[in-house]
């Protein structure tokens, strides 16, 4: 499975839009990026996914770059709950078994 | 989204006892669940693959006879960790795969085990 680097931590004022990267660089034709998060002492929860369009939901939108190594996770209006670890996850198209987590970005959103 | 429990969500045990968390899909069936462990300030490690009416199949390094799993229904899992140590503390959590919905997991809110 291809593997995924995110920055440790990142920070963004209350109301500006957060922008969290993922690199991807070895990713094949057949393998989505899914964005999970987790909020402190919680379960993960899903944003958003996609395969090699850009995607966007009511919490985030989901750009991946044409050559597809690598992709932005926008959260259009930071808020204070917002404040989790962003976990980018590359997953086989045809293989639904099996997320691996890497270590994720810390993302905390500040007043 | 869908939506997956686990019960109980924290449980506190003496070294040597069992214990058993529950994992469910609450509006959608699961053939597929999935078994994951974090510790403090690490990202989460999957443990084992549940499937409904077989066996799980573990990763590499989880033993199978400490960490028992049965999948007897679509919506439900259970993870039975036996003669729990304290090393064995830490906060255990599941995912489901939505058999009409192939491509995404969903987790539940996690189990906090504390063994003393």
């Known amino acids: 499975d291809a593997k995924t680097t995110q920055p440790p931590s990142m920070d963004c004022a209350e109301g500006r839009a957060a922008n969290l990267p993922c690199n991807h660089s070895?990713?094949?034709?057949?393998?989505?990026v899914y964005w999970y998060r987790q909020i402190h002492s919680q379960g993960p929860q899903y944003i958003i996914h996609g395969l090699k369009n850009n995607e966007t939901n009511e919490m985030a939108s989901l750009i991946i770059t044409e050559d597809r190594k690598s992709s932005t996770l926008i959260l259009p209006h930071a808020t204070l709950r917002d404040t989790a670890v962003y976990y980018c996850i590359v997953r086989p198209q045809y293989n639904f078994n099996k997320f691996y987590f890497g270590s994720g970005t810390k993302l905390n959103v500040k007043p | 989204g869908a939506v997956v429990s686990q019960h109980p969500s924290w449980v506190i045990c003496k070294s040597g006892t069992s214990v058993k968390i529950e994992c469910r899909s609450l509006d959608f069936q699961a053939t597929t669940m999935f078994w994951y462990r974090q510790f403090p300030k690490q990202s989460l490690m999957l443990m084992a693959t549940s499937n409904e009416g077989s066996k799980a199949t573990y990763e590499q390094g989880v033993e199978k006879d400490k960490f028992l799993i049965n999948h007897a229904s679509l919506t439900l899992s259970t993870l039975t960790v036996t003669s729990a140590h304290p090393e064995d503390s830490s906060f255990y959590i599941c995912?489901?795969?939505?058999?009409?919905?192939?491509?995404?997991?969903?987790f539940g809110p996690g189990t906090r085990l504390l063994v003393l």
């Open positions: 070895t990713i094949s034709g057949n393998e989505y």
């Open positions: 995912s489901a795969r939505d058999v009409s919905s192939q491509e995404t997991q969903y």
